[in-house]
């Protein structure tokens, strides 16, 4: 949305220049049109951001982590389906979980239990529809965001046309 990269005539060499080397924070340019920067703007009008520059940087950040979610590795899965997570215990918290699986279960694998434990709160907690919830909050909020900016359009429209003032 944002890369307007010219058509290969004045394009600068890939090398980072010694300016950037040293530095730890380097700065960066973005090229936008009139209606990119206008979007930017009225996210910064909302207060959402306080700057063009924060909210480059927490979009930069969203992408970036994005993109490097999405290129995580895949746990492998077992013959049995499963995929080994691993979990951090205390000790007593281990030692407690397995003298249960020693002395009450009859010796199932600690990581069984666990297992068991996960699935067990999850379906108390109704983990997917806590998520299901939060998502269509979110879709919820990204549509009145759209919504009141086409309201604010409006208003501005009006007020051009000289219909209503402030």
Do not use: W
Request: charged residues 30%; contains cysteine; aromatic residues 4%.
């Amino acid at each position: 949305m944002f890369d307007n990269a010219p058509d290969g005539k004045r394009v600068r060499a890939s090398a980072p220049s010694a300016r950037q080397d040293g530095s730890e924070d380097a700065r960066i340019a973005l090229r936008c049109n009139r209606k990119e920067l206008q979007l930017v703007d009225s996210f910064v009008a909302n207060g959402e951001f306080p700057t063009r520059s924060e909210l480059m940087r927490a979009a930069l950040h969203a992408f970036l982590r994005s993109r490097a979610m999405s290129t995580a590795p895949t746990p492998p899965v077992d013959a049995e389906g499963y995929i080994e997570v691993p979990v951090r215990l205390r000790p007593e918290e281990y030692a407690t979980i397995e003298t249960y699986a020693r002395h009450v279960v009859n010796g199932v694998p600690v990581r069984d239990i666990l297992a068991q434990l996960v699935r067990r709160g999850e379906s108390e907690l109704q983990v997917q529809e806590l998520v299901a919830r939060a998502r269509a909050t979110l879709r919820d909020a990204v549509e009145t965001r759209t919504q009141v900016g086409a309201l604010r359009e409006s208003g501005k429209d009006l007020e051009r046309k000289g219909v209503v003032g402030r």
